[in-house]
């Protein structure tokens, strides 16, 4: 919240949102969240008609996955908006303002965030049909604001986000041009299933008959159950690593295989802004995914996926926040379980050099932690365990028990605005910070930063 002194106080928003987290909130309360006694899959679809369908108003793009869909989710939507389209972008959760969940982007609004005017108008516009539907939960009344504003927009095309699974989410109502499952891996175990078989069939719940898929590499037994749901619902299935193969290296990704030759010839070069190799990945997914938009919009050509592939911004993903000569940098990664860490191990022992690696580490305590410490701890010269301000955050005291169990000495800190004073107390020029554990803990370091950042620069 904004105090009321700030000077981008506005009561009416603020309203809105307490009213808004006046609803079960499934992303804070983990225990409700994604159980079929629990949710009503045909209640988002009663609810959009009610509004008169606001989703069914443009064309989609929808993606699904345990790792990446965020970022295929903006580099799509860059994409588009190179291309000259007004795009909706709905993602979750998010990293420091509320209203990044929801934007429009344009060639001339970059950024897109729903403004604070339009968001209190969208939610009072929903709040007329709420009575209809007393057990909405959060995240289904939001996603209607979503769908209704890009609506009220008149968005040319929408790039949407799964929330949590697939099969019961919120967005689930939309029948897309494409859609995209990501890297899977075991995370939210307790509601999505302990097995990665499981797992692929709640994320497939977003094959819709007759609509294409494209699918990132696999595990076998996710693959085979992905492609057996593909099969079931005639969706054509196109698989990155196999159909669509790719050399990659320093942000620069080539397609070696294509099977769209017209749309994307062999030996296509395209340079990737965000970091990591794993990234590259999801450039190919991405690209992949667009085939669909690029048969129906002449102004998506090549060039301008290429170009929105090179300008795309995703924060808080191996986002390196500080770089400046004679201080240690600041790298940020929110990840949140032990596949993403091991995609940031990598990344912390290929792609960046330093002195000493000083971990800043907080994460929900519903996560992996143990396996997370396991691939990441053993790197660091220092580890600082903290907390963000969320209920389902871990404690640094529980943090530092865990670690001690493993044979891993820590410093705690109450806050990460704590942790990152002591980070930056201890380390030399040419060390590297790196804070990681999850988007909600990344989120917190951040707004933190934003107030700290004056004490470590330079004048």
């Not at 295929?72 to 994409?79: G, Q, T």
């Amino acid at each position: 919240m904004v105090s009321e002194e700030h000077p981008d106080f506005d009561p009416a928003y603020e309203e809105a949102l307490d009213y808004l987290y006046g609803f079960i909130d499934l992303e804070r309360n983990v225990l409700d969240r994604y159980h079929a006694s629990k949710m009503d899959p045909d209640r988002p679809r009663k609810v959009l008609a009610a509004l008169g369908d606001p989703h069914t108003r443009y064309p989609t793009l929808h993606i699904a996955g345990t790792k990446g869909k965020g970022s295929v989710a903006a580099m799509s939507a860059s994409a588009l908006q190179s291309s000259g389209l007004r795009v909706g972008l709905y993602t979750s959760p998010h990293l420091r303002d509320f209203r990044e969940r929801i934007r429009v982007l344009a060639p001339d609004d970059p950024d897109g965030k729903i403004s604070k005017p339009d968001f209190v108008t969208a939610l009072n516009d929903v709040k007329q049909i709420e009575a209809d539907f007393p057990d909405i939960t959060w995240f289904e009344f939001v996603t209607a604001v979503a769908f209704y504003h890009f609506a009220a927009q008149e968005v040319d095309v929408a790039v949407v986000e799964v929330g949590l699974g697939g099969r019961l989410d919120a967005t689930n109502v939309l029948t897309p041009l494409v859609s995209v499952i990501t890297s899977l891996s075991l995370d939210h175990t307790s509601l999505l299933g302990d097995t990665l078989a499981e797992i692929a069939g709640e994320k497939a719940g977003i094959i819709k008959h007759g609509v294409p898929v494209i699918v990132a590499p696999q595990e076998p037994e996710a693959l085979a159950r992905l492609q057996e749901i593909a099969v079931d619902r005639a969706s054509p299935m196109e698989i990155v690593g196999q159909d669509w193969q790719y050399v990659g290296v320093n942000r620069q990704l080539t397609v070696t295989r294509s099977p769209h030759e017209s749309y994307v010839p062999a030996g296509t070069t395209f340079d990737i802004a965000l970091s990591g190799m794993f990234q590259l990945e999801n450039a190919m997914l991405a690209i992949a995914a667009l085939r669909p938009f690029y048969e129906r919009y002449p102004q998506v050509t090549l060039l301008s996926i290429s170009q929105g592939l090179e300008v795309v911004q995703w924060d808080g993903r191996l986002q390196m926040v500080l770089n400046e000569p004679g201080l240690p940098r600041l790298l940020v990664d929110s990840a949140h379980n032990p596949h993403s860490a091991s995609k940031l191990a990598e990344a912390l022992k290929n792609d960046y050099e330093y002195e000493n690696l000083r971990l800043i580490y907080g994460a929900p305590m519903d996560k992996a932690i143990p396996q997370i410490m396991t691939v990441l701890f053993p790197l660091a010269q220092q580890i600082i365990v903290s907390a963000a301000d969320h209920p389902r955050a871990a404690s640094p005291e529980s943090l530092a028990g865990m670690a001690a169990a493993q044979g891993f000495s820590v410093q705690m800190t109450d806050t990460p605005g704590d942790a990152l004073e002591l980070a930056f107390e201890m380390a030399g020029e040419r060390d590297l910070i790196c804070a990681t554990g999850s988007i909600i803990f990344i989120g917190d370091l951040l707004k933190e930063w934003d107030n700290l950042k004056s004490r470590f620069l330079l004048p």
